[in-house]
């Protein structure tokens, strides 16, 4: 199957993919590049700076939980690369 990128940079994951894989409006998709190609996962719900799956919020599009948004908030939090 083809589909063309619009001037946005936009592209449709066709109906029959996203059925398959039980995606809905609003299903959160993890991007990533490997080898020359882009692999599409569903993102799991977890803090972005932690990894847990407890009490979370989305905070401007980025998962997190209260306990890393009362280290920041604190000045607590280290960010580790």
């Known amino acids: 199957m083809e589909r063309k990128i619009d001037e946005l940079g936009r592209l449709v ?3 029959e993919f996203r059925r ?3 995606w809905t409006t609003g299903t959160r998709v993890k991007m990533e590049l490997k080898g020359g190609c882009i692999n599409l996962t569903k993102n799991e719900s977890r803090c972005s700076f932690c990894g847990s799956v407890h009490e979370l919020k989305d905070v ?3 998962r997190v939980c209260d306990r890393c ?4 908030k ?3 939090f280290q960010e580790v690369y």
Do not use: H, Q, S
């Open 13 to 15: 994951i066709p109906m």
């Open 20 to 22: 398959a894989l039980g």
């Open 60 to 62: 401007k599009g980025v």
């Open 69 to 72: 948004i009362i280290d920041i």
């Open 74 to 76: 604190y000045g607590e």
